[in-house]
Antibody, heavy 122, light 107 residues
């Protein structure tokens, strides 16, 4: 079964850091670009960051550029999001998502994790 | 960045109704558009990709159309399980962007 499981969320103070993980199973992880998408409480979906299957190309939303870093370890089938200088407006459920077609940089997301909650508050 | 505008933001409908949701892109995205369904507390679920291709396992009452800047999601006969929030998303280029969502409520 194709599955994504996020972890690492929690409560952090403004200015703090957190690293999210997304464990993948059931597919050839290294063949697929992956993204992080977040959803603030009661709000819509916001794409955060993406990484190619090899890890050689990364992309960020302007709202997180310079503060968040996406990476992946294909030997561990795991995606990461390092979040630094966190702000109250980063409070959200963070989902990892897999693109539908292998070797494609841009595509629809066919598999999503269950999400992990990040709360930035003092 | 490409802006995605969905309408309406809320829609009240009854079981059996035909429902149409519109999504407009601020510039042409060819057919690089997806539709998702999200229920409270759950992750989004892919319904339609490449504007009109039905994802495997999704009921045939869902359909998508459009290209360029105007797109629609149609539910031919609304079922109780369809009451949810629907999002469009463009994947023509980074930054990827979502529409604001359309909540389909029971009338």
């Amino acid at each position: 079964e194709v599955q994504l499981v996020e972890s690492g969320g929690g409560l952090v103070q403004p200015g703090g850091s957190l690293r999210l993980s997304c464990a993948a199973s059931g597919f050839t992880f290294s063949s697929y670009a992956m993204s992080w998408v977040r959803q603030a409480p009661g709000k819509g979906l916001e794409w955060v960051s993406a990484i190619s299957g090899s890890g050689g190309s990364t992309y960020y939303a302007d709202s997180v550029k310079g503060r968040f870093t996406i990476s992946r370890d294909n030997s561990k089938n795991t995606l990461y999001l390092q979040m630094n200088s966190l702000r109250a407006e980063d409070t959200a459920v963070y989902y990892c998502a897999k693109v539908k077609r292998d070797y494609d940089t841009y595509d629809a997301f066919d598999i999503w994790g269950q999400g992990t909650m990040v709360t930035v508050s003092s | 960045d490409i802006q995605m505008t969905q309408s309406p933001s809320t829609l009240s409908a009854s079981v059996g109704d035909r429902v149409t949701i519109t999504c407009r892109a601020s510039q042409s995205i060819s057919s690089w558009l997806a539709w998702y369904q999200q229920k409270p507390g759950k992750a989004p679920k892919l319904l339609i990709y490449k504007a009109s291709s039905l994802e495997s396992g999704v009921p045939s009452r869902f359909s998508g159309s459009g290209s360029g800047t105007e797109f629609t999601l149609t539910i031919s006969s609304l079922q109780p399980d369809d009451f949810a929030t629907y999002y469009c998303q463009q994947y023509n280029s980074y930054s990827l962007t979502f529409g604001g969502g359309t909540k389909v409520e029971i009338k």
